[in-house]
């Protein structure tokens, strides 16, 4: 029997893949969408302006996709979980890492799935980089993620408020490639977070990390003033001499220079394909390291001020 599923928060996100990714798996259904705007796709049976009442008047839901922005999300998982709903959070999983953990006590309390979704981990050409690079020293990283921001997130005010991370949004993404594939733990060292004097979030980041054991140069830059070609690209390069780059957001890799892989992004039908079987094993899958790179960057990180940015 298919997953009877509810979509809290009906924005970009929700209306681009998990509405038609929802539709195309057969193993779940869309009964219910909340949204605080009254939006109604006419996939759903059910619309409701308050996710509560959701909750509460279609009880046959068996689980929420929360595609809110992060500075709400826990709340709303909570609030699910607690009424025995199984919860798929969208990146950033919450707005601190406490919150996280309290989410993954809470569901093995009830007993429910919660599911930290990492959309970019779901590209052939990240799988192959990380089984590519498994028992490697690594020499090198360069993290170049730099992108638009005015034409990737138009009017999204949340994002530029504190608990909305800023460029750290798209750059979590390359985060999550990073502790996927790399074959030993990175740790933040030095991070220059450029905040515009009249913002509350980060618009670029320098980022030094450490690694485990040994020396190596490991950087990431985030910067969303990027216009014209947009850069989603990570390259990496073992002590051995392997030198490897992921491109296009992790869709492409290339090896020695060579194409190895370049497929289509199909980022959310895996994400879904993962959560059926989730639900079926009654199992969670919560995954903070991006998170907690994140979080350690606002910790340790050096404000610096820049100018001021308009939408
Ligand atoms: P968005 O277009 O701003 O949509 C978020 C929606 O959440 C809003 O449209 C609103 O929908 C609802 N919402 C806003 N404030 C709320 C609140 N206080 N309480 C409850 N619901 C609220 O943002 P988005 O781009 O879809 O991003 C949402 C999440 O998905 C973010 O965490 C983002 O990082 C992640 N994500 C985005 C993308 C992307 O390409 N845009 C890609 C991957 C992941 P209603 O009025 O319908 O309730």
Request: hydrophobic share 45%; with cysteine; proline share 5%.
């Amino acid at each position: 029997m298919a997953h009877k599923i509810g979509i809290i928060g009906f924005g970009k996100i929700a209306q681009d893949q998990h509405l038609p990714n929802i539709k195309a798996n057969p193993d779940f259904e869309l009964v219910a969408v909340a949204s605080q705007r009254g939006l109604k796709p006419d996939e759903a049976k059910h619309a409701f302006q308050d996710y509560r009442e959701m909750l509460k008047e279609v009880p046959e839901i068996e689980a929420v996709a929360i595609c809110t922005p992060p500075q709400v999300r826990y709340q709303i998982a909570r609030e699910a979980l607690l009424a025995g709903r199984s919860v798929l959070l969208e990146k950033p999983p919450a707005a601190t890492l406490s919150e996280l953990y309290d989410l993954k006590l809470v569901a093995d309390k009830v007993g429910r799935t919660v599911f930290t979704t990492w959309h970019a981990q779901y590209n052939k050409a990240v799988h192959e980089a990380k089984k590519a690079l498994a028992g490697w020293e690594i020499k090198r990283l360069l993290v170049t993620w730099k992108e638009d921001v005015r034409h990737w997130h138009p009017g999204q005010e949340w994002i530029w408020q504190a608990g909305g991370f800023g460029v750290f949004d798209p750059g979590i993404n390359a985060l999550s490639i990073v502790t996927c594939i790399m074959p030993e733990p990175v740790f933040i060292q030095k991070a220059d977070l450029q905040f515009p004097a009249n913002r509350d979030a980060p618009i670029a980041a320098n980022i030094q990390f450490s690694a485990a054991h040994g020396a190596a140069d490991l950087q990431a830059v985030f910067d969303w003033r990027q216009t014209g070609p947009q850069t989603w690209d990570i390259e990496v390069e073992t002590v051995q001499g392997l030198a490897l780059a992921l491109r296009e957001g992790g869709t492409k890799l290339e090896i020695g220079g060579k194409l190895m892989v370049d497929e289509p992004s199909e980022e959310y039908a895996g994400i879904y394909q993962s959560f059926d079987t989730l639900l079926n094993e009654r199992r969670s899958d919560v995954d903070d390291a991006p998170f907690r790179l994140v979080a350690d960057a606002f910790m340790i990180g050096r404000r610096v001020q820049v100018e001021a940015f308009e939408d």
